[in-house]
């Protein structure tokens, strides 16, 4: 299972498995951690600014990593509060959004946007009167056809 983390996530450490519900102990993993990166299979170091310990990480993630840091990303990204990646609470600023289904997190640039928790939309940054109606669209999963996104 610490390999599977690693391939889900890319970079884990402790704080990082309070998402998780079926995986060993941080202290079971540990040694496993150390040991691959003994072996020199991944990487250890301090990959997410704001956690505490031990950081291990595959080195295809570190490089991701090191190119996001230089690139500017304004993309816009709709999860699931179901899916692994939603770190809402976790590593993102904020309470934690439950892991249901019907949840949804807006990610702008990897920054949390607004979230969608039960049926109410909340905005976590300011955002211009003229972007919500399109954002809380994205949120519950609605979208124009391509005819009209040339109108907006």
Known sequence: SARVLLRRYGVVFKALLGR?????????????????EARGDIRG????????????????????????????????????AADPLNLQGVILPGAKL?????????????????????KEAQFLKEVAD????????RLLRRSLPPQLRAYL
Do not use: C, M
């Open 20 to 36: 998780e519900n079926t995986v060993p102990a941080w202290q079971v993993l540990l040694p496993v951690y150390r040991r691959l």
């Open 45 to 80: 170091g301090r990959f997410v600014a704001g956690q505490y310990g031990e950081q291990f990480a595959l080195p295809e993630a570190v490089e991701a990593l090191r190119k996001l840091k230089d690139a500017p990303d304004n993309e816009i990204v709709a999860l699931s």
């Open 98 to 118: 439950p892991a249901l289904p019907s949840n949804r997190l807006l990610l702008e640039g990897g920054v949390p946007l607004a979230l969608l928790a039960g």
């Open 130 to 137: 003229e972007r919500r109606w399109e954002l809380h669209n």
